[in-house]
């Protein structure tokens, strides 16, 4: 069960995870961080791939885990749990929460998102998080029945490619259109404890930080970029 409304709002959930490739994607280094976010008061983390959120559910068994799983599909721009078969994995390896791409692009295999909330909701009884890039699409996935929206993808997706995260734009407006009971979380492009401040001051009832936090791998070459310009 989620942790009471009370104990998430204002809070941080620290996104952790590693590009392709990189040493920092070992599970036993992904749990070791989800571990020390949660022990210095990150209300939970967020956590890519099953393998990942099974040996942060090990390590950690009482933490609030946000799952999903990045795959690519040559006929879909959408690669947050795209399908039916990553969001049944992603509950199978014990995720509290499930986040998926609820964006209007079409889907790998042309599944629909109103359908696959509602399978995800009758069957797995799952707590959903909506990663979306507009007003739209938040106030149309909180309609089908996402328990959650977060501004994820604003920047990412083809309608957004010329703007830039944090969604500052898009806070405000969403929590006055979304229902009270709907969590508004802003995740993407904060990088500073002040814009984490900024973003609840903006309406989101909780913020996601990753790369500021436990990106090692963007955060060294950001370094070097700025020290070799």
Avoid at 26 to 53: C, K, Q, T, W, Y
Wanted: charged share 20%.
């Amino acid at each position: 069960m989620l942790p009471e409304r009370q104990r998430l709002q204002s809070g941080l959930i620290v996104s952790v995870q590693a590009p392709e490739g990189s040493p920092m994607r070992n599970p036993d280094v992904i749990a070791a961080m989800a571990e020390a976010s949660l022990n210095n008061g990150a209300v939970g983390v967020r956590l890519e791939s099953p393998e990942h959120i099974g040996a942060v559910r090990r390590r950690c068994p009482e933490a609030l885990i946000v799952g999903l799983w990045k795959r690519t599909f040559p006929e879909s721009s959408v690669y947050i749990t795209p399908s039916w078969s990553e969001i049944q994995a992603v509950w199978a390896a014990g995720a509290d929460v499930i986040a998926l791409d609820a964006t209007d692009r079409a889907r790998p295999g042309d599944e629909e998102l109103a359908d696959l909330i509602a399978r995800a909701r009758a069957d797995l009884g799952a707590v959903l998080m909506a990663d979306v890039d507009s007003l739209a699409n938040g106030l149309r996935a909180a309609a089908l029945g996402c328990h959650w929206v977060g501004t994820t993808l604003y920047g990412y997706t083809e309608a957004t490619a010329e703007t830039k995260p944090p969604a500052w734009s898009l806070l405000a407006p969403l929590r006055a259109q979304l229902p009270a009971e709907v969590m508004l979380v802003c995740e993407g492009g904060i990088a500073t404890a002040e814009q984490a401040r900024r973003a609840l001051s903006e309406g989101a009832d909780a913020v996601v930080v990753g790369t500021a936090i436990t990106g090692v791998d963007l955060q060294v070459a950001s370094y070097l970029r700025a020290l070799s310009s």
